[in-house]
């Protein structure tokens, strides 16, 4: 399956921690977007590269969070000094420049 | 991105087609209508696309009205696997842009037996 992958599935922390997400897009696909999703609510964009340029980042992505795709491939997304309202799914999508964007598994990041 | 407004919840009969209708009358001349959908705890996945024209692909209808101000997408034999909460979106595919995908709550399709 040559799809969009994401590492781990699933986080649990402590608040106060750091914790790292891993986001592998589809091989040819030069644009990368983070999405996050709380329960009961659809996806909330956070940020995306186009190579490995961080072009955009929403007031969503707080100081703590800090996203990158070093040689325009996979992309990491970092949460530092963890809160319980960072539990959500963070989600990945790649897309080749602004055609369909298609999406990972996600990772679900659970803060207790 | 223009706002697009759906039923919270429908029904749909195993077997049957299921109709899912969405609303953007705020829609630009240059926005394309998307349609995602979730099933439980799992990441969206797409589905059909389209600008003015009706579309068709191996899951699913999009029939936009000549006006473009609503959609509908239609699943011509819904089966349980269909189960998921069904997102529309409008959004610009220009370069220069983001094309960042807003979602709203969507439409919880349940099909039932």
């Known amino acids: 399956d040559t799809g969009v992958s994401q590492d781990p599935r699933h986080k649990i922390t402590k608040r106060g921690q750091n914790v790292t997400f891993r986001c592998d897009p589809i091989s040819e696909h030069n644009r990368l977007y983070w999405y996050r999703q709380t329960l009961g609510q659809g996806p909330e964009f956070l940020t995306y590269f186009q190579n490995e340029a961080q072009l955009e980042k929403s007031r969503l992505l707080s100081d703590r969070f800090s996203a990158e795709r070093p040689k325009g491939s996979f992309s990491t997304l970092e949460i530092q000094r963890t809160e319980q309202g960072d539990s959500a799914m963070y989600l990945c999508?790649?897309?080749?420049?602004?055609?369909?964007?298609?999406f990972g598994p996600g990772t679900r990041l659970t803060v207790l | 991105d223009a706002k697009t407004t759906q039923p919270t919840s429908m029904d749909c009969a195993e077997g049957r087609a299921a109709n899912l209708p969405c609303n953007h009358s705020?829609?630009?001349?240059?926005?394309?209508v998307y349609w995602y959908r979730q099933i439980h705890s799992q990441g969206p996945q797409y589905i059909i696309h389209?600008?003015?024209n009706n579309e068709t692909n191996e899951m699913a209808s999009l029939i936009i009205t000549e006006d473009r101000k609503s959609s509908t997408l239609i699943l011509p034999h819904a089966t349980l696997r269909d189960t998921a909460v069904y997102y529309c979106?409008?959004?610009?595919?220009?370069?220069?842009?983001?094309?960042?995908?807003?979602f709203g709550t969507g439409t919880r399709l349940q099909v039932t037996l």
């Open positions: 705020t829609i630009s001349g240059n926005e394309y």
């Open positions: 999508a790649s897309s080749l420049y602004t055609d369909t964007q298609y």
């Open positions: 979106i409008v959004r610009v595919k220009g370069t220069g842009t983001a094309s960042k995908l807003t």
């Open positions: 389209g600008l003015k």
